[in-house]
């Protein structure tokens, strides 16, 4: 009996002996883990090459993985918890970048395949500049005394320009990829960035809001949503364009002044071929416009016209306390009479949605 106890007691010892050690142990796993943590590098014991690690390898520590009333040998490695953690991740990040990538897709443009460059004309040389504000680049030719952009602007950022936000502008058919090819339509109120406007007048030039009395005149300068260098143009601007392209012939005949900024693809209209010359480099593409004269929001005309803003009020449509209703545009039609210019300098309601050619002031 005696004897038992004795080695009952020795025993006991050498158990207590054991987990002290263990415990050493599991301290030292804390300090590696910790020096993992901070990305120094670990080497084996085994004489194997250090490992690099910017991240705690041990997941946290290692009693935090044991499952209480295994023995140590029968608890889950490190390395097998890593893995699964690994895999998780993976799996979490594929998910993810698949969601990305299907939030990502555009539908298709309405253009039938034509891209932006395809509605420019290969025989004209034309010149570039890149609007800081965003970073697109856009063509652009000399036409008269001004330069003229060769492609409508597509600018979009209403945190910078508050004049876009609440709707202001628009892709046709709610198509962002039509945005791409055509450019965006704009409201009235951005294409002369009415904000600004107002700001810069000191508060007296209230363009740009429904109905409101406007100061602008037909002949006013202003820069509007425009990058920096460049400015809307006026109507007097549309008119010297009219004006320099009717008194030009085009070898040796006269053409309509519509047929001449007509892009040379994209004009197809119930089955006819009504592309133009594009014979400056205007490069007109017929994107259609946004029609909110009866309180609708209906897009119209894709493939047969176009309309853009001026930087002028039509004091002719006015409400009866004054205020400006519509303003004057430039617009181009290709299924029109053939004995007509297809061309108008006409008045649209400012909530209405129309591409925007900036101008710049040759030197």
């Known amino acids: 009996m005696f004897k038992a106890k004795k080695?009952?007691?020795?025993?006991?010892?050498?158990?207590?002996?054991?987990a002290s050690f263990m415990g050493c142990g599991d301290s030292a796993s804390a300090n590696d883990m910790g020096e993992a943590e901070q990305?120094?590098?670990?080497?084996?014991?085994?004489?194997?090459?250090?490992?690099?690690?910017?991240?705690?390898?041990f997941s946290s520590?290692?009693?935090?993985?044991?499952?209480?009333?295994?023995?140590?040998?029968?608890?889950?490695?490190?390395?097998?918890?890593?893995?699964?953690?690994?895999?998780?991740?993976?799996s979490t990040q594929s998910s993810s970048s698949k969601k990305?990538?299907?939030?990502?897709?555009?539908?298709?443009?309405?253009?039938n395949g034509l891209t932006r460059e395809d509605f420019l004309n290969d025989?004209?040389?034309?010149?570039?500049?890149?609007?800081?504000?965003d970073h697109q680049k856009y063509k652009y030719v000399k036409i008269g005394s001004l330069y003229w952009m060769s492609q409508s602007l597509n600018y979009s950022d209403s945190v910078n320009t508050k004049s876009l936000t609440e709707g202001r502008s628009f892709c046709y058919n709610d198509n962002p990829s039509n945005c791409d090819v055509a450019g965006r339509l704009y409201t009235w109120g951005a294409a002369i960035d009415s904000i600004k406007v107002v700001a810069d007048s000191g508060g007296w030039r209230l363009c740009g809001l429904y109905a409101k009395k406007c100061a602008l005149q037909d002949n006013s300068i202003i820069q509007g949503i425009c990058p920096e260098g460049w400015r809307l143009p006026n109507v007097s601007d549309w008119s010297g364009l009219i004006f320099t392209i009717k008194n030009d012939k085009v070898d040796g005949n006269v053409v309509s002044v519509t047929e001449r900024l007509r892009a040379k693809v994209g004009w197809d209209v119930y089955e006819f071929s009504l592309n133009g010359l594009d014979a400056y480099?205007?490069?007109?593409?017929?994107?259609?416009?946004?029609?909110?004269?009866?309180g609708g929001d209906g897009y119209d005309g894709l493939h047969d016209i176009v309309s853009f803003w001026s930087a002028s009020p039509d004091r002719g449509d006015v409400s009866d306390a004054g205020g400006i209703l519509s303003a004057r545009t430039y617009g181009l039609r290709g299924n029109c009479n053939a004995n007509s210019e297809c061309t108008t300098i006409g008045r649209r309601r400012i909530t209405n949605g129309h591409y925007v050619r900036c101008v710049k002031d040759s030197e």
């Not at 080695?7 to 054991?18: K, N």
């Not at 085994?46 to 910017?54: I, K, L, W």
């Open 281 to 294: 480099g205007f490069s007109a593409i017929p994107g259609g416009d946004r029609d909110n004269n009866y």
């Open 39 to 57: 990305g120094e590098t670990i080497t084996s014991s085994a004489g194997e090459e250090p490992v690099v690690s910017s991240q705690n390898v």
């Open 7 to 18: 080695e009952t007691t020795i025993l006991c010892g050498l158990a207590l002996l054991v």
């Open 61 to 90: 520590s290692s009693t935090e993985n044991s499952i209480p009333g295994l023995s140590s040998n029968m608890q889950p490695s490190s390395s097998s918890v890593n893995q699964n953690e690994q895999k998780s991740s993976q």
């Open 100 to 111: 990305v990538e299907s939030s990502s897709a555009k539908r298709p443009s309405d253009f």
């Open 123 to 133: 025989e004209v040389e034309y010149l570039e500049f890149e609007d800081e504000r």
